[in-house]
């Protein structure tokens, strides 16, 4: 392995599904529901399988239905227009996107500003660009960004900010402030800004922003997600980019010889997806705060200091009140004390000191489940 992953081995999502498929555990790891998404939609990329649609190599940019449907979806909810051709790009999930991104745009010793903690992938693919991360770090008990710092970390070798809203593993939602005030620096200091926004329908109370929309953020913004959050389909691999021609341009050279397209059959599937109604998108809202709910109440009853997420389907805890520092040992035994797996926010950060005491749990799960690990990890 070389320096540059050095030290990045397996990720910990791997691990810990791992051990709780070895423990027969309930996983509240790795985030992915244990209810695929609608039944229409499956039906669809059935159909388009048995049809011969998407069989052999869809087209680089992937397949022009979901790239309507993906337009659409950005003028209907935040009205934004994209056009379809030139200004969307269909990548194999999120994590290629953020890839492809960060390979097309930075420069070797560039530096980019993103939250800590930071989803994995982000400190890898900076690290495989040869650029530097600098962290903002995103403190307990709100969360929020101190925009002063952020102010204060741009150097004349910055050259990219990477946010994410809704956050993981916080569960943070950038206001309109601060999405204003990110936009404002970076048109003043000429930064592109890399938005991960797959958790943009799983908003609990505000609604979603994308930065994308905001004054002078349309030419210099790269927005990302993906079908797997929404749709819950985590194991398609459908995502997609959206931004100005030359930066869709850019990204979509480094796709190219990544894994060149995502398959065709789930593509069509997808784009009928992202026409659903409505109704759709608040039932799946709906449901996820029913169950934030639930887990949120369980994990308190067990003497977890709570942050209430106002957005994913996470929630992070602090282990502190249960007589406990270090959450990385805590997860690793986890498993064996009361048949629970979660997720060690200290892996999310270079500062580990600020994340030792959190862990993450998921509530993408049937209420079932859910009220089960509860239980379980009341017996702490
Ligand atoms: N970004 C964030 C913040 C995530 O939590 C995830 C995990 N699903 C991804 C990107 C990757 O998404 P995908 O599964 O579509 O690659
Ligand atoms: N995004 C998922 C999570 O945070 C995991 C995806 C992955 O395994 N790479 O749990």
């Known amino acids: 392995l070389n320096r540059r992953l050095s030290g990045m081995g397996t990720t910990i999502f791997a691990e810990m599904s791992a051990l709780a498929t070895a423990t027969g555990s309930i996983n509240l790891g790795q985030g992915f529901p244990d209810t695929d998404g609608p039944e229409e939609v499956r039906e669809a990329a059935v159909r388009a399988l048995r049809e011969g649609r998407g069989n052999q190599y ?33 990548t194999a999930g999120a994590t290629e996107a953020i890839a492809a991104a960060l390979l097309a745009l930075l420069e070797p010793g560039d530096e980019v500003i ?11 693919c900076i ?35 990477l946010i994410n809203t809704p956050h993981n593993p916080t569960g943070l939602v950038l ?11 970076a048109v003043e200091h000429d930064l592109l800004v890399v938005t991960d926004e797959v958790y943009e329908h799983l908003v ?19 927005s990302i997600s993906s079908a797997g959050k929404t749709f819950s389909f985590t194991g398609w691999k459908v995502g997609w980019v959206t931004a100005a021609p ?10 190219q010889y990544l894994t060149y397209v995502s398959a065709g059959p789930f593509q069509y599937a997808v784009a009928e997806a992202l026409r659903l109604p409505d109704g759709y998108f608040d039932t799946l809202r709906a449901d996820l705060l029913r169950k934030r709910d639930l887990l949120a109440d369980g994990l308190s009853a067990a003497g977890f200091r709570v942050f209430e997420p106002a957005g994913t389907y996470f929630i992070t805890t602090d282990i502190t009140p249960l007589g406990e520092k270090d959450g990385i040992e805590f997860c690793r035994s986890l498993p064996e004390r ?6 060690p926010n200290a892996v999310f950060y270079d500062d580990t000191e600020a994340g030792r005491s959190l862990v993450r749990f998921t509530f993408c799960k049937q209420d079932s489940v859910l009220t089960e690990a509860v239980e379980r990890l009341a017996r702490l």
């Open 246 to 255: 030359a930066l869709v341009s850019a990204v979509r050279t480094a796709k």
């Open 114 to 124: 993103a939250f800590e903690p930071f989803y994995d992938s982000y400190a890898a």
């Open 204 to 222: 609990f109370a505000t609604g979603h922003h994308p930065i994308a929309a905001l004054p002078g953020m349309r030419e210099r913004t790269v």
């Open 338 to 343: 009361c048949g629970v797996v979660a997720i």
């Open 175 to 185: 206001e309109p402030a601060e999405l204003a005030a990110i936009a404002e620096l």
């Open 58 to 90: 869809p087209p680089g940019p992937g397949v022009p239905e979901l790239r309507r449907a993906v337009a659409e979806h950005q003028q209907r909810f935040y009205g934004l227009t994209f056009d379809p051709d030139t200004e969307v790009l269909v």
């Open 127 to 161: 690290a495989m660009a040869g650029a530097v991360r600098v962290p903002l770090t995103l403190r307990a008990p709100s969360f929020r960004p101190d925009l002063d710092e952020l102010r204060s970390l741009i150097t004349p070798r910055t050259r990219l900010l």
